[in-house]
């Protein structure tokens, strides 16, 4: 799999698979990009340890993201991170997936950025991050109702609510 992978990322996943081997659920390289899957009980360790070893230094959280997969019946959400080094100058993706109702903890404490993130993930999708500091709703009203962002969301009909336009007091 290393083939079309940087120098740079072979280091990062020879290092994160000497930290975790079996841990990482998967691999997969694409156009020179490395993703690799976690499952959620490894997501705090496997994340605090990208943030955290002089090796990898994933200074930045560029963005965090959910996602709706009905198709897997088992874990039908995916959470993803996009992660980057201005030290050494690479990106990494970390997936995990998640069941329905399955929270992951909150990663404000390694990213600060990741609040806004987080926020929009669950309004969106449901996926609940556990100890995050603020977790409201950011653009949809309070009564709105719904996950809109998952595919068995309905598209005719009223749901209640509305989507934001006005966002003063909300960030």
Not at 8 to 30: D, H, I, P
Not at 99 to 126: N, V
């Amino acid at each position: 799999m290393n083939e079309g992978l940087d120098t740079s990322l072979t280091v990062v996943l020879a290092k994160l698979e000497k930290r975790f081997g079996g841990r990482l659920r998967k691999q997969t390289e694409c156009c020179g990009d490395l993703t690799i899957t976690v499952e959620p009980e490894d997501w705090m360790r496997v994340l605090s340890f990208c943030r955290s070893a002089r090796e990898l230094a994933f200074d930045q959280l560029d963005c965090l993201l959910g996602d709706h997969l009905p198709e897997r019946t088992g874990a039908p959400f995916e959470v993803v991170v996009h992660l980057l080094s201005h030290t050494h100058g690479h990106r990494l993706r970390v997936t995990t997936p998640l069941a329905e109702g399955q929270d992951l903890p909150t990663i404000t404490g390694l990213w600060p950025s990741a609040g806004f993130d987080e926020r929009e993930a669950w309004e969106m999708y449901g996926i609940v991050f556990a100890g995050h500091p603020d977790l409201r709703r950011l653009l949809t009203t309070e009564d709105f109702e719904g996950f809109p962002m998952r595919k068995d969301f309905p598209l005719r009909g009223t749901v209640g609510g509305r989507i934001r336009t006005d966002l003063r007091g909300k960030i």
